[in-house]
């Protein structure tokens, strides 16, 4: 199984403040932990990591034909952009939603999602575990 992580803007800053909300854990943790959860599974897992819309979903075209599954945290786009949605809707591919926070806890402006309207599962508020369970939610019902 091929699985695409993608990340959305200032995920690379993670580590670097607000440990309150996103917990003490660098992006280089974030790359570490998929890293091993690759290993542990054995399955190729490969990361992109974008501040600009545009990018993300560029990368989510070329999963087309190439990945079998997407573990996609949108970051601040998840509360804006239809252009992601659109983009997961046209490929098609099983994608699973992370958010690092517990955004359901937070302002109201973060509990709207326009890219899980096209994911099969979301995932919130476990921190960088969230994005093995990610993984493995795919393994379970696509691998
Ligand atoms: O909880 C999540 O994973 C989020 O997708 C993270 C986004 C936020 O806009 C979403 O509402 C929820 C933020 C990404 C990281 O932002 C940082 C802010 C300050 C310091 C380091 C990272």
């Known amino acids: 199984m091929k699985l695409l992580v993608i990340n959305g803007p200032n995920i690379n800053m993670l580590g670097i403040r607000e440990p309150g909300i996103y917990g003490k854990n660098t992006f280089a943790d974030l790359l570490a932990l998929l890293q091993d959860t690759a290993q542990a599974e054995n399955v190729v897992i490969n990361q992109f990591q974008s501040n600009h819309e545009g990018s993300l979903v560029d990368k989510i075209q070329e999963a087309y034909g190439n990945y079998d599954g997407i573990v996609i945290n949108p970051a601040a786009y998840t509360h804006t952009s239809v252009a992601i949605l659109d983009a997961l809707k046209a490929v098609s591919i099983p994608a699973v939603e992370v958010h690092i ?42 691998g």
């Open 101 to 142: 926070s517990d955004v359901d806890s937070r302002e109201p402006f973060r509990q709207i999602s326009y890219p899980s309207m096209a994911c099969v599962h979301t995932i919130k508020g476990h921190g960088l575990e969230g994005y093995r369970e990610a993984v493995l939610y795919l393994l379970d019902h696509y």
